[in-house]
Nanobody, 124 residues
Framework: QVQPVESGGGLVQPGGSLRLSCAAS????????IGWFRQAPGKEHEGILC????????NYADSVKGRFTISADNAKNTVYLQMNSLRPEDTAVYYC?????????????????WGQGTQVTVSS
């Protein structure tokens, strides 16, 4: 069963860093794309980064460019989201999602399988 599994959320101070992981269970990254989304209270899901497991190409939302980085370790079948210079407005539940394919997008409806989400809170 295809199931992405997030981990690594928590509480961090403004300006701090956090790394989230998305482990691929039941599938291999080579044939799938992984997207990271977040949902703040009262807001819709926002696609922030994605990566193709086969080509390594990425796509970033303007809101996180220069601060967040996505990478994939195909040997570990895991995708990482490195978040630096965190701001209070980054507070949200972060989800990783996947779908079969070679080219990723930040569109919510492009993804078929979703993780359970992990809370990230940026506060002093």
């Amino acid at each position: 069963q295809v199931q992405p599994v997030e981990s690594g959320g928590g509480l961090v101070q403004p300006g701090g860093s956090l790394r989230l992981s998305c482990a691929a269970s039941g599938f291999t990254l080579d044939n799938y794309v992984i997207g990271w989304f977040r949902q703040a209270p009262g807001k819709e899901h926002e696609g922030i980064l994605c990566i193709s497991g086969s080509t390594g190409t990425t796509n970033y939302a303007d809101s996180v460019k220069g601060r967040f980085t996505i990478s994939a370790d195909n040997a570990k079948n895991t995708v990482y989201l490195q978040m630096n210079s965190l701001r209070p407005e980054d507070t949200a539940v972060y989800y990783c999602a996947t779908t079969w394919g070679a080219y990723c997008s930040l569109g919510f409806y492009e993804y078929d399988y979703w993780g359970q989400g992990t809370q990230v809170t940026v506060s002093s």
